[in-house]
């Protein structure tokens, strides 16, 4: 069992940056793979990184260039690290984590970037 919870959302202007975090708790987090995800209101929600158990890492195409997701097994964080903020950046962030398909889930943390 993993336990997930998000952190570091807030409101920001177009262009600023926002560091988002991801506690986890379970021994089991450095067999994990972990990602990012989004939900704007009205749309489903999107897929936005993903890091495997050795740092391997995957961006949505809308991420590249502009986000960087890192982990550190040992502290049992995740984060994602948004530069160059876009008004459709705005949604609620999601970290999860699995070993396959991803099972466990945190609440959520809101980014609202205004123009």
């Known amino acids: 069992q993993v336990q997930l919870v998000e952190s570091g959302g807030g409101l920001v202007q177009a262009g600023g940056s926002l560091r988002l975090s991801c506690a986890t708790s379970?021994?089991?987090?450095?067999?994990?793979?972990v990602g990012w995800f989004r939900q704007a209101p009205g749309k489903e929600r999107e897929f936005v990184a993903r890091?495997?158990?050795?740092?391997?890492?995957n961006y949505a195409e809308s991420a590249k260039g502009r986000f960087t997701i890192s982990r550190d097994n040992a502290k049992n964080m995740v984060w994602l690290q948004m530069n160059s903020l876009k008004p459709e950046d705005t949604a609620v962030y999601y970290c999860?984590?699995?070993?396959?398909?991803?099972?466990?889930w945190g609440q959520g943390t809101q980014v609202t970037v205004s123009s």
């Open positions: 999860a984590a699995g070993s396959g398909t991803f099972d466990y």
């Open positions: 379970g021994r089991t987090f450095s067999n994990y793979r």
């Open positions: 890091i495997t158990l050795t740092g391997s890492t």
